[in-house]
């Protein structure tokens, strides 16, 4: 059974800091690993989907890598805004099926 | 703007009721997915439909069933409400690709038991 950690649970960093979200999982015989933000109460907003056979995607400030050998992803987030505050969850996708298995989530909040 | 309709937004019931959840896919999209997100987890697979057919189930007992329709609107159905059924339920619509890619969730149905 896939299992998906994300550290740390919570992160509060000042406005305009560079950080990194972490991301693991237990089987590396993934399919895509995604990449996606939850505001409280609402959604999943999907940031950034990357293939198994990528390295990593970008989008704007954001920046997701992808290691399939050490079984880890990262987020990196540059020049952090008050409107970045939300939760981040990561998921792998492991088969044909799309079913995601997600990790439980960093909370992020940006001070301004 | 997300294409992904669920219906109704927040939801009380009573132990050992029955509830019925319902979710608008995006136009164009054949599959739909069911997730339960209890507080301060990610979400949890429960099962997946594809052109009327359960197409895939996580680890949920038989009271959580669902439908899927021709016009590929859905369905969660939980019988026999228990306090740990709590959480917010997330429909997810895209096309069978397996890739993820096309994927929309909706906004989530709020289920509160007591």
């Known amino acids: 059974k896939q299992e998906v950690t994300q550290i740390p649970a919570a992160l509060s960093v000042p406005e305009g800091e560079n950080l990194v979200l972490n991301c693991s999982f237990t089987?590396?015989?993934?399919?895509?690993l995604q990449w996606f933000r939850q505001d409280p109460g609402k959604g999943l907003t999907s940031l950034l989907l990357?293939?198994?056979?990528?390295r990593e995607q970008t989008s704007g400030r954001l920046n997701a890598s992808l290691d399939k050998s050490s079984g880890r992803s990262t987020l990196y987030i540059a020049a952090s805004q008050p409107g970045d505050s939300a939760t981040y969850l990561c998921?792998?996708?492991?088969?044909?099926?799309?079913?995601?298995?997600f990790g439980t989530g960093t909370s992020l909040t940006v001070i301004p | 703007e997300t294409g992904v309709t669920q219906s109704p937004t927040h939801l009380i019931k009573t132990r050992g009721q029955q509830v019925t959840l319902r979710c608008s896919s995006q136009?164009?999209?054949?599959?739909v997915s069911w997730y339960q997100q209890a507080l301060g987890q990610g979400p949890q697979f429960i099962f997946q439909?594809?052109?009327?057919?359960?197409?895939g189930r996580g680890n949920f007992p038989p009271r959580f069933s669902g439908l899927q329709f021709p016009n590929y609107s859905s369905e969660l159905n939980v019988n026999a409400l228990e306090l740990d059924d709590s959480a917010l339920y997330l429909c997810?619509?895209?096309?069978?690709?397996?890739?993820?890619?096309?994927?929309?969730f909706g906004s989530g149905t709020r289920l509160t038991v007591v």
């Open positions: 997810a619509s895209g096309p069978l690709t397996g890739s993820g890619y096309g994927y929309t």
């Open positions: 089987d590396s015989a993934i399919y895509n």
């Open positions: 990357i293939q198994s056979s990528q």
């Open positions: 998921a792998a996708i492991i088969d044909t099926g799309n079913q995601f298995y």
């Open positions: 136009s164009g999209h054949n599959t």
């Open positions: 439909y594809y052109r009327e057919e359960e197409n």
